[in-house]
Each structure stands twice: as C-alpha cells, then as structure tokens.
C-alpha cells in the first residue's frame, strides 16, 4: 500500500526555519516526479513547489521563490522542503504528493497541477506567528 506521510511542521515566528520531509512506503518513489502543496483556511490547495525524477529541475511559486528549496533523497524514498524567512502568509497544511506516470520518465518531467498527482500525504500544519 502506497503511503506519504510527511513531518516537520510547528509553530515557528516569522522570520524562522522549518524543515518538512515527505516518507514514502509501499513503492520505490525514485524515478517519479513529486510535488508540496499546502492550502490555508478557506483557500484551494495551491503549489509550492515540485521537482522531476533526477532531482535535475525544480519549480517554486512566485510567493516561495528564494526562501524555500524542494530536494529529494531516492535513496532514503524521501523528499524534503526547506523553508526559511517565513511569513504569516505560509501558514498552511503541507502536503506533500506524487506522479506515478512512467517511472524514469525519458523527458524527466516536473508537475505543478495538483490533478497531476496521483497520491498525497495527511498534511502537516504550519503556522507562522508575527
């Protein structure tokens, strides 16, 4: 059975760290695209980023740009999200999720529609205080 289960989240002041990991059981994870997502109180869940097969390409929202960086470990089947200088705008549920379209893709695809995505996590809050 396919299982995300994501950790990290808090409390933090603005201004602060968090660091969420994504744990991936049940299937290999390497050779597929992922993606962190998170959605706050009465919005539509939203990207954040994501990041192809290889670890090769990256992509943030305008919002995240140079404050928070996706990496992934195939080894260990988990993927990461570093963020910092964060504001009271992130608070959020993270999710973190995957597209189990063509393992080892030739083109090594990245996704940035939550549609694309085939498997999610239950989320971690992350609320920033100011």
């Known amino acids: 059975q396919v299982q995300l289960v994501e950790s990290g989240g808090g409390l933090v002041q603005a201004g602060g760290s968090l660091r969420l990991s994504c744990a991936a059981s049940?299937?290999?994870?390497?050779?597929?695209?992922m993606g962190w997502f998170r959605q706050a109180l009465g919005k539509e869940r939203e990207i954040v980023a994501a990041?192809?097969?290889?670890?090769?390409?990256?992509y943030y929202v305008d919002s995240v740009k140079g404050r928070f960086t996706i990496s992934r470990d195939n080894a260990k089947n988990t993927v990461y999200l570093q963020m910092s200088s964060l504001k009271p705008e992130d608070t959020a549920v993270y999710y973190c999720?995957?597209?189990?379209?063509?393992?080892?893709?030739?083109?090594?695809?990245?996704?940035?529609?939550?549609?694309?995505?085939?498997?999610w996590g239950q989320g971690t809050q992350v609320t920033v205080s100011s």
């Open positions: 990041i192809n097969w290889s670890g090769g390409r990256t």
């Open positions: 049940g299937r290999a994870f390497s050779g597929y695209a």
């Open positions: 999720a995957v597209n189990f379209n063509g393992r080892y893709h030739y083109a090594d695809p990245l996704y940035t529609d939550r549609g694309q995505y085939d498997y």
